[in-house]
């Protein structure tokens, strides 16, 4: 199967990824929408890997994977906890930083 | 021998020191401490001067290297002095004639509780001006240089309780500092041009230099010369500089500060040989200053500023002599010697007059004083006929030599600048002639006065501090203050013809200064019998105007030119209109532009980019997808420029 097929689908996954984040306001969504954006990327540097007949992409795919799941635990906390305080997970609610 | 060079100026340094830092416990002894290390200065000068004597022409150069200065790359300054022919007149005449200003000063100042600050300060005088003559670099004379302009400054505002006082003393300094600043653009100039600023280095390579080059160092010489000198346009701060002790008056005048600039364009003869129009540039200013000088001495009624007036002009002739080149030097020294005693034995004379007359320095309330001050008539007498040029007096050696000069110039500027010295010739018989009969000769116009009127000019304060308004009783000065007036009185009536007959004084300074003899249309007699008329006419008015009718004890109106003259020629005027307002406006429209035009820009950009930060706060919403909408437009953008710069 053509490589080049696997980077569409990249694209795809990290344009739903974007879009979710730009337009949904529930934290938990767009967290998930990020995570969806990661793994897009996760997708693209496989498929160059395979393309390109090195190793460098998995491995990267591979830091990428430990960073995501650090997020998750830092990001997860912190939704938590707005919940708890706020008693909603909008993201448009937390909007006090600001001049 | 040359190792005696730095104890002469060492000496009167550490009088300084000694009696400014010693405090009150030297009170007492004080004056003669400074008195004595003034004398042994001039020991060592007269020992040196033995030493000089012995040996022949050409070996006539001491110098003595003490340590070098500054040595930075192809930059040297070294503290070196340097006795020849030249120095060694100045450092007889300024320790000699100043050892007696010190000895004078003991009895004038007797009565001020300052007594020590002020010989301390004479001391320091003496020990700058020595310096001044005996370096030798210009480097160095300029610190002897500055050094004398500090001493003048202190002297002059010495009785600084008096606001004239303190005012006169600061006009002479910043007066002085625009000279100064002449003379540190020559020796600017001088390094760039020859690599140093030694006398040797610089003095002997003029041939290397472009003419150009040396007329800019020339001229900016001649400022530094109007400065100290009171040349026109410098001339201001003289006439003012009377505020302080007769002492300081005598020692300014004649051995030191009025000569430095004269020094100075003798010293640096082969620069102005080599540029004529400096040279014109000079001979112009001592012309001008001589009328202008004898034109104000005129018209004064103080004797202190007519004689002040008398100095400039002197000044002014030998500033003229020495624009004449080679022709010139030699008298211009000689006459700055024989000037040095007559004006000295002047000004200690007009001391005496002043402290036998409860300070009154307007000699329209003299008169008569002849039978009550014998000696400081006879030698007052003697001293003015020597600055008039009486026949056989030394003024008549001297001046006569220079007059003869100007006519050798040659052409038209020869008989220009011969008439113009003829002139002040007749002028300088006018005033002085004025000044004697007004204050030895004629009614007693000091008795049955009533106190003075508030309004009437005071240069001494003394009298109001001692509250002293009665008549005044007329008495002689105790000797400590006749003695160095006879002395002085003995070298103006001789010291003309000692140096004349035989050539004495030409020889002397010969081998410095270099000399030829111009090609005058006039003889020699000629010049004489013209001199000798110009003098006759002189007395002669003077004495139609004063000695025969009495003399009004309050001036008369006077016609235009007398009341020009009494404002110093507007000289004060034209200063206040040219350079005060016109400073004044030329700051005020920097001050404009500074307002308007720099803190425009500057104030518009910060308001600029306030304002524009004012707007690019509003992005900070707080919203957090407005900031993700900013970093994918961001991201976006980057990724598009990338691809665009691939493409192209």
Known sequence: MNPVNYLYLAALLFTIGATGVLIRRNAIVVFMCIELMLNACNLAFVAFSRMHGNLDGQIIAFFTMVVAAAEVVVGLAIIVSLFRTRHSASVDDASLMKL | MENLIAPLIAAPLLGAAVLLVGGRRLDRVGHWIGTLLSTASFVFGLILFADLLGKNAEHRTLTQHLWTWISVGGFQADVTFRLDQLSMTFVLLITGVGSLIHLYSVGY????????????????????????????????????????????????????????????????????????????????????????????????????????????????????????????????????????????????????????????????????????????????????????????????????????????????????????GPIGYVFAIMHLVTHGFF?????????????????????????????????????????????????????????????????????????????????????????????????????????????????????EPAAETRGEHSEPHPHESPKVMTIPMIVLAVGSVFGGAFFSIGDRFLHWLEPVTGHSEGDSPLSATAVTGATMVCLVIGVAIAWARYGRKPVPAVAPRGSLLTRAARRDLFQDDFNHVVLVRGGEHLTRSLVYVDHTLVDGVVNGTAAGFGGLSGRLRRLQNGFARSYAVSMFGGAALLVAATLLMRAV
């Open chain 2, 109 to 324: 100042m007797e009565h001020d509780e300052r007594r020590r600050r002020f010989f301390g300060y004479l001391n320091l005088f003496l020990a700058a001006m020595l310096l001044l003559v005996l370096a030798d670099n210009y480097l160095l004379l300029y610190v002897g240089w500055e050094g004398v302009g500090l001493a003048s400054y202190l002297l002059i505002g010495f009785w600084q309780h008096k606001p004239s006082a303190a005012t006169a003393a600061k006009k002479a300094f910043l007066v002085n500092r625009v000279g100064d600043m002449g003379l540190s653009i020559a020796i600017m100039l001088m390094f760039t041009t020859f690599g140093s600023f030694a006398f040797g280095p610089v003095l002997s390579h003029t041939g290397d230099a472009s003419e150009g080059k040396l007329t800019a160092i020339g001229l900016m010489l001649l400022l530094a010369a109007c400065g100290k000198s009171a040349q026109v346009p410098l001339q201001s701060w003289l006439g003012d500089a009377m505020e302080g002790p007769t002492p300081v008056s005598a020692l300014i005048h004649a051995a030191t500060m009025v000569t430095a600039g004269v020094y100075l364009i003798v010293r640096s003869g082969a620069v102005f040989n080599a540029a004529p129009d400096a040279q014109l540039a000079v001979t112009v200013v001592g012309a001008v200053t001589l009328l202008f000088g004898a034109i104000v001495g005129c018209a004064k009624d103080d004797i202190k500023k007519a004689l002040a007036g008398s100095t400039m002009s002197q000044i002014g002739y030998m500033v003229l002599a020495a624009g004449l």
């Open chain 2, 343 to 459: 004006k000295a034995g002047l000004f200690l004379g007009a001391g005496s007059v002043m402290h036998g007359m409860n300070d009154e320095v307007d000699m329209r309330r003299y008169g008569g004083l002849r039978k009550y001050m014998p000696v400081t008539f006879i030698t007052f007498g003697l001293g003015y006929l020597a600055i008039i040029g009486f026949p056989g007096l030394s003024g008549f050696f001297s001046k006569d030599k220079i007059i003869e000069a100007a006519f050798a110039k040659g052409g038209t500027e020869g008989w220009i600048l011969g008439g113009a010295a003829l002139l002040g010739a007749a002028i300088t018989a006018f005033y002085m002639t004025r000044v004697m009969l007004m204050t030895f000769f004629g009614e007693e116009r000091w008795k049955n006065q009533p106190t003075r009127s508030p309004e009437a000019p005071s240069a």
